[in-house]
């Protein structure tokens, strides 16, 4: 596809992008009430979801790299939302769990978080969901499996999100 053909509204790139951020703009409303952000809550939903885990596990299921990872569950923690212990296998493994007041929350958003999901795929067939859902869930592992993944650099943590800047770090790069 040359140059010429490029169109940014053909994107998949950017109409995913956009997808995410019209979810992300309205669902934040609700998560504000309760001082979450959306980070927070996939951190949330993922204990929920999975049990207790790992904090390097946690990051590769949230997609929240390690480093910004162990502050915000920091910051959950001393909140009470979860809990973070040493794990008694190996003294530099974070082990991260749901408490009651994180479950709490998790449970009062979930239907307010289907109710987005409903209005935003009103229209569409059960099947184009899951021809889309395939599709996508294919496109990341052929991210992934090539080895690098793109996380946030070092000194991209601000509070514009436009302004952050990104690295690709392959897998053997990765502090676990």
Do not use: C
């Amino acid at each position: 596809m040359g140059e010429e053909n490029y169109k940014l509204e053909d994107r998949l790139s950017f109409l995913t992008n956009r997808v995410a951020s019209a979810i992300n703009e309205r669902f934040v409303l609700k998560l504000q009430i309760h001082s979450l952000t959306i980070p927070m809550w996939r951190v949330l939903v993922v204990l929920h979801d999975f049990g207790e885990s790992k904090l390097v596990d946690l990051s590769s299921l949230t997609s929240i790299d390690a480093s910004t990872l162990s502050r915000l569950t920091e910051g959950m923690h001393e909140r009470k939302l979860i809990r973070k212990v040493r794990s008694t296998k190996s003294k530099r493994e974070i082990v991260v769990s749901l408490r009651s007041e994180g479950k709490g929350l998790v449970d009062a958003l979930i239907p307010q978080a289907i109710e987005l999901d409903t209005f935003m795929l009103a229209g569409l067939s059960e099947s184009d969901m899951a021809v889309t859902r395939r599709a996508l869930r294919s496109m990341y592992e052929q991210l992934t499996a090539a080895g690098q993944t793109v996380v946030p650099s070092a000194g991209a943590a601000t509070k514009d999100a436009r302004k952050e800047k990104y690295y690709v770090q392959s897998k053997s790069d990765r502090v676990e």
